[in-house]
């Protein structure tokens, strides 16, 4: 049972390129989102979807894009990566009571 | 919308003492409040979860008590264990879905053997 899967894990990326950092989940969830994660912060909700062709911003949406074609699947897209992108980004696949997390990728913006 | 604050920061304790974490939030609605712990370089994990019908709730070392007229629920540990030294984070969430939650900005506890 894979859970959340996102690649990559690692990713170092110059300033003003772009990159999409992968999702998946097998729990058939129609709730999915991403998060970013700072040093002495919090998660921070970056965007969500309530299922397949819906989205919607979060907490700090800027510089980000999303999109949900199918169940499975919520890719996040960097369109011109910046320093202040530099963080963790978990994505989750959540139950109404029970957010399952991926394992993270860090994204380093140089 | 909703705003999590949680106190302290950091925790330090003594092997087989008690810590206690706080979080308030603002949005009266939210009602469901759960709480993740965080490992070095692993994603959080769910430990313990309450729901507004309930005041407090029990699982082995770890509780956590709500009060919704001042809008505050803690998580308490007892008889810390080394390998309770985490990251723990609460969350707000409303009547929706728990990945719409608000998170407060972590406690790292560190329990001295």
């Known amino acids: 049972n894979a859970g959340v899967t996102q690649t990559p894990k690692f990713q170092v990326l110059k300033t003003g390129q772009s990159m999409t950092l992968q999702c998946a989940q097998d729990?058939?969830?129609?709730?999915m989102s991403w998060y970013r994660q700072d040093p002495g912060m919090g998660l921070r909700l970056i965007h969500y979807?309530?299922?397949?062709?819906?989205?919607d911003q979060g907490e700090v949406p800027n510089g980000y894009n999303v999109s949900r074609s199918t169940t499975e699947d919520f890719p996040l897209r960097l369109l011109s990566a910046a320093p202040s992108q530099t963080s963790v980004y978990f994505c989750?696949?959540?139950?109404?009571?029970?957010?399952?997390f991926g394992e993270g990728s860090w994204l380093t913006v140089v | 919308g909703e705003n999590v604050e949680q106190h302290p920061s950091t925790l330090s304790v003594q092997e087989g003492d008690s810590a206690v974490i706080k979080c308030t939030y603002s949005?009266?609605?939210?009602?469901?409040f759960p709480w993740y712990k965080q490992e070095l370089g692993k994603r959080p994990q769910l430990i313990i979860d309450?729901?507004?019908?309930?005041g407090e709730k029990k699982d082995q070392r770890i509780a956590v008590t709500l009060n919704k007229t001042a809008k505050h629920f803690s998580l308490h540990i007892t008889e810390t264990q080394p390998e309770d030294s985490a990251v723990y984070f609460c969350?707000?969430?409303?009547?929706?879905?728990?990945?719409?939650?608000?998170f407060g900005d972590g406690t790292t506890l560190t329990v001295k053997p």
């Open positions: 989750a696949s959540s139950s109404r009571y029970t957010i399952y």
């Open positions: 729990m058939n969830h129609e709730y």
């Open positions: 969350a707000a969430t409303l009547n929706t879905n728990a990945g719409k939650s608000t």
């Open positions: 979807s309530v299922g397949a062709g819906i989205t």
């Open positions: 949005d009266s609605a939210s009602n469901y």
């Open positions: 309450i729901r507004s019908n309930v």
